[in-house]
């Protein structure tokens, strides 16, 4: 985003994004100071350390007497270290030039220290012109080594040059090495964006329109996949409903049959009972299950007649045999007996038990 500019100076510093990385030429020091502080100024407000590399167009008081007047906590700012101003003479290069990675990693260095402080990044403006002036090769390393370092950290670049003390040679290969330049002629301001800023703003555009197609196709998708689910999760619903209706019938139907009933696995552990069964028995399953009561012992005390039920139920499938068992009140009974293998192998049991005038039980 850039910022907007209006007769007055600039208005949205604050919404630059992380990266940003231009470049301002500028007529007179008022010029220079009415688009560093605001510059600064949304910084601070946003909670960013500020770095203002100060040359020899501007003093440090001209610096701090114009920060003052728009930031009143100027001075606890700078007691805090939230901003540092450094002051720089011009500097003169007899042919040794500092080394442009190691000149922009002391940046990086700044900008580590001042996230370990709890800043979430950090602003740094000054002026590159002596470097321009003495190397144009060693200019342009240091440019393309602070743009990619602003675009892959934290921190945002404002480099500044005299208009009057640079070549038209000078203007084109600052501007080049930028995102946008930023001048001021006549009183008015004007952003002219680099041919690589606006293709590269270009290759975003289309590559935000193509994931927003993207991403419009997969919400389709979503829609379609979440649809079969919900209508999944419908069918699946009325299935266990309609199951539930069919196993409380089924256990109605169970509950109410006048015969004893008994359902075991393969294993011959009993799983589930009718009424009749728990009446005639003389205790529910629950308590039979937890005592451990054998009760095929309690109702077939012989032993051979014991070992006939156990033969009759291992053999048979659907045929009815009589054995004698005792009741609960000790007499013995007559019973018949049926088992029927079910197609997952466990076992089905039905029973009959009646009582005679004489005692006795037949069925």
Not at 228 to 241: D, F, S, Y
Not at 265 to 283: A, P
Request: proline letters at 4%; charged letters at 30%; a negative charge.
């Amino acid at each position: 985003m850039l910022p907007e500019l209006t007769t007055t100076g600039l208005q949205v510093m604050g919404d630059l994004p992380w990266g940003s990385h231009f470049c301002y030429f500028y007529e007179t020091k008022q010029d220079l100071i009415e688009v560093s502080v605001p510059f600064f100024q949304a910084g601070l407000d946003n909670h960013e350390f500020c770095l203002w590399n100060v040359h020899a167009s501007v003093t440090e008081a001209d610096v701090l007497q114009a920060l003052r007047e728009s930031i009143p906590a100027l001075d606890r700012h700078l007691a805090e270290g939230a901003m540092e101003i450094v002051v720089h003479r011009a500097p003169l290069f007899d042919g040794d030039f500092p080394e442009p990675r190691a000149s922009v990693r002391y940046l990086d260095e700044k900008l580590e220290d001042a996230l370990a402080r709890g800043y979430v990044g950090m602003r740094v403006a000054g002026s590159p012109t002596c470097l321009q002036k003495a190397s144009t090769e060693h200019f342009r390393q240091f440019e393309r080594e602070l743009g990619r370092s602003a675009a892959n950290h934290g921190m945002i670049a404002l480099c500044q040059f005299p208009e009057a003390e640079s070549s038209a040679a000078e203007i084109l290969d600052a501007a080049r090495t930028h995102q946008f330049v930023i001048v001021r002629r006549q009183g008015e301001w004007e952003i002219i964006q680099t041919p690589e800023f606006i293709g590269a703003s270009a290759e975003i555009t289309k590559l935000n329109e193509q994931l927003e197609h993207r991403v419009e196709e997969r919400t389709r998708a979503l829609e379609a996949v979440n649809e079969k689910l919900r209508k999944e999760i419908a069918r699946r619903e009325q299935v266990e409903e309609d199951l539930r209706r069919q196993k409380e019938l089924l256990q109605s139907i169970f509950d109410h049959v006048p015969l004893m009933m008994k359902y075991s696995d393969k294993d011959g552990r009993i799983q589930i009972v009718n009424r009749e069964w728990e009446r005639v028995i003389g205790r529910p399953l629950e308590e039979v299950v937890k005592s451990g009561v054998d009760v095929l012992v309690e109702r077939y005390p012989d032993p051979v007649e014991r070992q006939r039920v156990l033969d009759f139920t291992a053999n048979s499938n659907g045929e009815w045999a009589d054995f004698k068992a005792i009741g609960r009140d000790g007499r013995v009974e007559d019973t018949s007996w049926a088992v029927a293998r079910l197609p997952m192998e466990p076992r089905f049991a039905s029973g009959r038990t009646s009582a005679n005038a004489s005692g006795r039980s037949r069925s």
